[in-house]
């Protein structure tokens, strides 16, 4: 993996990281599930623990993989191939890694580690505020991830509609000349809109992690 000179760029400020620590979402060990992200959750008053949700992602990720692994072999002559990644508790654990950096979603990291061994390119796109670009770029780095391209939401995009403003980055990604091969987030924001091969969904819980 290249290495950066983060040591000049990421003197994290008190700014940053409470910005960092915004874009986290509230402890959720009491939060309720719903029975349509996963045939685990069996009604709405269930807790959400951190093993479910880790088991909930891994059986996602149980089908991405093989996928990924098919899509790459079948690869075109000259095809620049990528994977499409929300951020907040998809490639990190946001609702349940309480430091800085946040730990990589295990289950997730596994099949970006595949990928990005295989050629493929990694882009990272979500609705956090650039104000903690730098922060957010080194958290994924430290966890193992490969980034190709981190799109985070200036000050006019905060205005937009978070769906929409995704889309249009998946569609700045094909414009550089890459073929999306599958695209993987926790929310519908994060998947609509098309522009990738294969969408994979997290769970979210009815909405309940950010």
């Not at 191939?81 to 950096?101: H, K, R, W």
Request: hydrophobic share 35%; proline share 5%; glycine share 6%.
């Amino acid at each position: 993996m290249t290495k950066r000179p983060w040591a000049h760029r990421i003197s994290v400020t008190a700014v940053s990281l409470a910005a960092l620590a915004a874009t986290a979402a509230p402890v959720h060990a009491a939060t309720a599930r719903s029975s349509s992200d996963s045939s685990s959750a069996s009604s709405t008053s269930t807790k959400v623990d951190y093993a479910t949700w880790q088991k909930d992602c891994q059986e996602v990720m149980d089908r991405a993989l093989p996928y990924v692994k098919g899509r790459v072999a079948g690869a075109k002559p000259g095809e620049r191939q990528a994977i499409v990644f929300d951020i907040d508790n998809t490639t990190l654990e946001t609702d349940y890694g309480f430091s800085y950096p946040q730990p990589a979603n295990k289950p997730v990291l596994k099949v970006a580690e595949y990928a990005q061994e295989h050629g493929v390119s990694l882009f990272f796109v979500t609705a956090r505020p650039s104000v903690i670009y730098w922060p957010t770029e080194y958290n994924l780095h430290h966890d193992g991830y490969d980034v190709s391209g981190l799109y985070t939401r200036g000050l006019f995009d905060l205005f937009k509609n978070v769906a929409a403003y995704k889309t249009a980055q998946r569609v700045d990604i094909e414009h550089k000349g890459y073929t999306i091969i599958a695209n993987i987030g926790n929310s519908a924001t994060d998947l609509s809109g098309g522009h990738a091969e294969k969408s994979f969904k997290l769970p979210d819980y009815n909405g309940q992690l950010s």
